[in-house]
């Protein structure tokens, strides 16, 4: 069965500074990975997703991620958060084949930004 | 382009009585999906439905919920008898079938039920 770790449950930094957001994923076989961000009392928005190809995939808002193979990794990073990032990242794997993109999903960092 | 939409928003409900939650998918997607995130929690999965089809109903509790998506109008998590162990945030997601799916998930901005 896949699994998603988050390790980290909150984190606080310093507007400007730069961000790594951890996941680790557990899957069968080639996965897809996701990033998707929530702010309080909204829905879910995506960051950006892998499916195959480069390691490295950008994405909206300024974050990027990489997909490590060989730690079964997909992190999250921006290189300066702006006060507006804090919400909450949750990220999420799915089947390496279409016709049931059943996700599952990280139990979420909460991010916070201080001045 | 509408995205998901979901209501109600907010929805307050006794023990012992029922909720439903409806569910528009963005405009051409036949694939729905309903999660349901539980405070301090990430979302699980419950089921994923395409037009009159349920297709995967495995993250479903075994009794009290049903859903449905019917050839016309919106999709339907109905919750009987509901307890408080039911207060939760209810996402709703949708994707496009066929060539169109890029794998992604579209999410509404969720239901929040509050059982008193």
């Known amino acids: 069965a896949q699994s998603v770790t988050q390790p980290d449950i909150h984190i606080t930094v310093s507007e400007g500074a730069s961000l790594e957001l951890r996941c680790n994923y557990s899957?069968?076989?080639?996965?897809?990975l996701f990033w998707y961000v929530q702010s309080p009392g909204q829905g879910l928005q995506l960051l950006l997703k892998?499916?195959?190809?480069?390691?490295l995939v950008q994405g909206i808002k300024g974050f990027e991620a990489e997909f490590k193979r060989s730690q079964s990794s997909f992190n999250l990073r921006k290189p300066s958060v702006h006060w507006s990032d804090a919400a909450e990242y949750f990220c999420a794997v799915g089947r390496s084949n279409f016709g049931n993109e059943k996700l599952t999903f990280g139990t979420g960092t909460r991010l916070t930004i201080i001045p | 382009n509408a995205g998901v939409m979901q209501n109600p928003r907010h929805l307050v409900r006794r023990r012992g009585q029922e909720a439903r939650l409806r569910c528009s998918p963005m405009?051409?997607?036949?694939?729905v999906y309903w999660y349901r995130q539980l405070p301090e929690e990430g979302l699980k999965f419950m089921v994923y439905?395409?037009?009159?089809?349920?297709?995967?109903e495995s993250g479903m509790p075994k009794e009290r919920f049903s859903a449905e998506f019917p050839k016309e109008g919106p999709s339907i998590l109905r919750i009987q008898q509901v307890v408080r162990g039911d207060s939760a945030a209810y996402f709703c997601a949708s994707s496009p079938p066929g060539s169109a799916n890029t794998g992604e998930l579209f999410f509404g901005e969720g239901s929040r039920l509050t059982v008193l």
């Open positions: 439905l395409q037009k009159e089809n349920i297709i995967d």
């Open positions: 899957y069968g076989a080639t996965p897809y």
């Open positions: 405009k051409g997607h036949s694939h």
């Open positions: 892998y499916f195959s190809g480069d390691t």
